[in-house]
T-cell receptor
C-alpha cells in the first residue's frame, strides 16, 4: 500500500459517456499528478497540481478535465473519449517539489477501456 | 529532444543470479534519478534513487550506479528472486518534480 488510492480499478465506458476517475493520497503531499500508461509506451505525464493549482498541462485533449479540490484529492473527468484513450491511468503524489525531494508515490491505477 | 531510455527491453535470469538493468539519459542537467518497479496490475513502486552528486547508492539487495560522463544509469539486483520479476523503469527529474520515464525493461526470473 503506497498511500495513494485510485478508484475505480477498472472502467469500461462508451464514447458518449461521462465518467470520473478519483485519486486520494494519505501522505500529506502537496503535489499530485495524472499519468497515462499505454502499451509499449513510456509513462506520459498529463497534469501536475501543486498546492491545488494546476502547474502543468502537457497538451492533453480537452476531453480530459482534471480537478483538484484539495491537496488530498484529484479527479480526472472524462467525456467523449476515443478508443485510443484506452490505457492505464495512474495517479501519483509527491512532497512540495521546492523541497527537492521529488520521489513520486503511485496508486494502483485505473484500467480504462473505451468501447 | 530530452529522453530517457533503456537498452534492453527484456532480461531473463536464473534465480540467484545478479541482474543488471541499464538506462541512458540525454539531459545532462538532470540531477535526480529514480528506479521504479512495476508488477503486473500494479502501479510503479519506488526502489531507489540517486542524486547527481553521487555515483553509487546501495539499498537492500539493490545498487544504483550513475555515470555522469556517459549519462548512464544502472540498477543491480543481487541474488535475484522470482518476486523480482516485473518491469523496471528509470526516471529522471527535469527540474520541477515532473519525472520523465523510460520505456521499461521486463525482468523475468526463472526458478
Amino acid at each position: 500500500e503506497t498511500g495513494v488510492t485510485q478508484t475505480p480499478r477498472h472502467l469500461v465506458m462508451g464514447m458518449t459517456n461521462k465518467k470520473s476517475l478519483k485519486c486520494e493520497q494519505h501522505l500529506g503531499h502537496n503535489a499530485m499528478y495524472w499519468y497515462k500508461q499505454s502499451a509499449k509506451k513510456p509513462l506520459e505525464l498529463m497534469f501536475v497540481y501543486s498546492l491545488e493549482e494546476r502547474v502543468e498541462n502537457n497538451s492533453v485533449p480537452s476531453r480530459f478535465s482534471p480537478e483538484c479540490p484539495n491537496s488530498s484529492h484529484l479527479f480526472l473527468h472524462l467525456h467523449t473519449l476515443q478508443p485510443e484513450d484506452s490505457a492505464l491511468y495512474l495517479c501519483a503524489s509527491s512532497q512540495d517539489p521546492a523541497q527537492g525531494n521529488t520521489e513520486a508515490f503511485f496508486g494502483q491505477g485505473t484500467r480504462l477501456t473505451v468501447v | 529532444g530530452e529522453s530517457v531510455g533503456l537498452h534492453l527491453p527484456t532480461l531473463s535470469v536464473q534465480e540467484g543470479d545478479n541482474s543488471i538493468i541499464n538506462c541512458a539519459y540525454s539531459n545532462s542537467a538532470s540531477d535526480y534519478f529514480i528506479w521504479y518497479k512495476q508488477e503486473s496490475g500494479k502501479g510503479p513502486q519506488f526502489i531507489i534513487d540517486i542524486r547527481s552528486n553521487m555515483d553509487k547508492r546501495q539499498g537492500q539487495r539493490v545498487t544504483v550506479l550513475l555515470n555522469k560522463t556517459v549519462k548512464h544509469l544502472s540498477l543491480q539486483i543481487a541474488a535475484t528472486q522470482p518476486g523480482d520479476s516485473a518491469v523496471y523503469f528509470c526516471a529522471e527529474n527535469n527540474g520541477y518534480s515532473t519525472l520523465t520515464f523510460g520505456k521499461g525493461t521486463m525482468l523475468l526470473v526463472s526458478p
